[in-house]
């Protein structure tokens, strides 16, 4: 039984719509609408009502009964619950083709995610900067990060250079690693590593047209033996 004060476990599917919700209320919030109910959130995020209902039940009674859910208010909840209410500072390991390209992203720095620094080993690189961030040398990496109180490391080197960085990051204050290394990294566990793998994305794609294919075929051939009168 749950204790007073205890946090709720929730289900890590849970957790993963949390950020759809957190991004539509937003887009409402910007729209100035004060009110949605969970059969409008249905209609835009594409899950239904109940399982809406039942989501955000885990983290309280936010909606009413006929008056729907405060979006102001879930919003705040939600960002609370994602840990967006503070900001991060983070640094990229590897300066390469997909370091290069997360550190001119700007949309991560719109909700608290700051880059602060990137780290390389190649001197062509060091000394660079992407978009005002300095590049500096690996070498500098685990004092920066104590330094400054770097939360989120993102690793985008090699994967044959993984072990290493991973050990000498488990020596600071990080509390998280973005991997992008198709390493699977075994860390102490006061650091939360969250994998990122286009390539599943990708082959999620390819499932869904060929999905589409199949039945497009099946329904061809369904038509050749029943051909409409
Ligand atoms: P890249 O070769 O363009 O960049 C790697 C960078 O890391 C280079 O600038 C290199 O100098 C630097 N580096 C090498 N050793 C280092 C060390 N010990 N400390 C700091 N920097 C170091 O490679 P790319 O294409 O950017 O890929 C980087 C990683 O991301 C690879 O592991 C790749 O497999 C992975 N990747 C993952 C994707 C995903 O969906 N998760 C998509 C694309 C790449």
Same mark, same amino acid.
């Given at each position: ?133 300095? &590049? ?5 990496? *685990?004092?920066? !990060? @104590? %330094? =400054?109180?770097?939360?989120?490391? $993102?690793?985008? /080197? ?18 998280? &690693? ?5 390493? *699977?990294?075994? !860390? @102490? %566990? =006061?650091?939360?590593?969250?994998? $990122?793998?286009? /390539? ?30």
């Amino acid at each position: 039984m749950e204790q007073p004060g205890e946090i709720k476990k929730v289900s890590m599917a849970v957790i993963k719509r949390l950020p759809k919700y957190y991004q539509h209320l937003g887009n409402l919030l910007r729209d100035n609408v004060e009110r949605v109910s969970s059969q409008e959130l249905s209609k835009i995020l594409g899950f239904t009502a109940s399982q809406i209902r039942q989501d955000l039940n885990n983290f309280g009674e936010f909606g009413q009964q006929g008056y729907g859910y405060n979006v102001s208010q879930l919003y705040t909840e939600i960002s609370k619950i994602l840990g967006l209410n503070t900001s991060h500072k983070m640094v990229i390991i590897g300066a390469g083709n997909l370091g290069q390209a997360l550190a001119k992203y700007t949309g991560f720095g719109i909700y608290g995610f700051d880059i602060i620094a990137i780290f390389d080993t190649n001197p062509n690189l060091v000394g660079r900067e992407i978009r005002d961030i300095p &590049i500096y040398p690996v070498e500098d990496m *685990e004092y920066f !990060i @104590n %330094e =400054n109180d770097v939360d989120i490391a $993102v690793l985008t /080197i090699p994967k044959d250079k993984t072990k290493k960085i991973v050990k000498a990051i488990s020596k600071t204050c990080i509390r998280g &690693i973005w991997n992008f290394t198709p390493v *699977e990294i075994k !860390i @102490n %566990e =006061n650091i939360i590593v969250e994998n $990122v793998h286009l /390539i599943d994305s990708l082959f999620t794609l390819s499932y869904h047209i060929n999905e589409g294919m199949l039945q497009e075929r099946l329904l061809k051939q369904k038509r050749k033996i029943f051909p409409s009168p």
